[in-house]
């Protein structure tokens, strides 16, 4: 391969022949001067666009997302600090509803005169049971639900233990209630015993099936037991009469009375009044006539007067 140089000046020329070895040396040297060049190039060209791009849409879409971050970290921590409030609320609202719970046990057993230590609603309720394997730790710490599930858990037992005890106590005043104890009058004394007596009309030995309490005329005659009326008018023999069914095989009858003041069906309490003395039927002067009877057989109500009541 030949050269030609031709000189601006003086237009000489010179001439250079290149052999095959010099010839690939000047081919390799352009081609890579080209390449270098043209990557230079390149890469001076994306590192402004990218120079840009980070600078100002990068920055600006970071920015964008950390105040979104912001305002969902914002919202999140109102939302976690008014359910903690509404958690304390409840937490103090089961807490007071325990406390009143343990005071009205406390009360109603005292009321009740149980046994000390049948409920004992000072300590948490005894449990236990076998040791088994251990399915984990000793020990860990409470969280907050625990705690109002733990109270819950409490509460529950707490009215459980209640509904035990009002049951006892309903029980207890039905069974008082119906116990037929005392005297029928408030005011008056035993003019006739039950048994053998002297009839007071005819003067023969006659049975006398009830017991006679004598009083002023229009004094109270009340009810010795709870119980239903069965009876309230005029009997033969009686007078004006009421006969109270106290359930269980027991009823008791007031007899000689001036004045009824229930009815047939009227659910009647201890100690209520149900009649004022008076003297009509078979009768000599203001008293009133009391039978009790178990089973349908009349006994003596002495054994019912003189008990203690409930």
């Not at 100002?56 to 976690?80: C, G, H, N, P």
């Amino acid at each position: 391969m030949r050269v030609i140089l031709v000189s601006k000046r003086n237009g000489r020329t010179r001439s250079f022949t290149l052999n095959g070895w010099t010839r690939g040396l000047l081919s390799l040297f352009l081609v890579g001067s080209l390449t270098a060049l043209g990557f230079m190039v390149s890469v001076q060209f994306d590192r402004s666009e990218n120079s840009e791009l980070f600078s100002e849409e990068s920055t600006r879409l970071w920015s964008q997302t950390l105040d979104q971050q912001k305002v969902e970290i914002a919202e999140a921590r109102r939302q976690a600090e008014e359910r903690l409030s509404a958690l304390t609320l409840r937490v103090a609202e089961l807490q007071a509803r325990l406390l009143r719970l343990d005071a009205l046990g406390e009360r109603l057993t005292t009321i009740a005169k149980l046994d000390q230590g049948e409920f004992d609603f000072s300590q948490p309720p005894p449990v236990g049971g076998p040791e088994t394997a251990v399915l984990g730790e000793a020990y860990e710490a409470p969280g907050f639900l625990d705690m109002i599930d733990k109270l819950t858990a409490q509460i529950e037992d707490r009215e459980l233990q209640l509904e035990t005890l009002e049951a006892l106590l309903a029980k207890q005043k039905i069974q008082s209630d119906i116990f037929i104890a005392g005297r029928p009058i408030t005011k008056g004394w035993m003019s006739s015993r039950f048994g053998r007596r002297t009839d007071p009309f005819n003067g023969n030995i006659a049975w006398h099936s009830g017991v006679d309490f004598a009083g002023k005329l229009g004094s109270d005659i009340v009810s010795v037991a709870a119980g239903v009326v069965t009876w309230s008018g005029e009997r033969y023999g009686y007078g004006q009469m009421v006969e109270v069914n106290h359930g269980g095989g027991f009823s008791t009858r007031y007899a000689h009375n001036s004045e009824n003041l229930v009815h047939v069906g009227d659910v009647v309490q201890k100690g209520q009044v149900i009649a004022k003395m008076g003297s009509s039927g078979r009768s000599t002067g203001p008293h009133v006539h009391f039978e009790v009877y178990k089973h349908g057989r009349a006994v003596d109500p002495a054994t019912y007067i003189h008990r203690a009541a409930r």
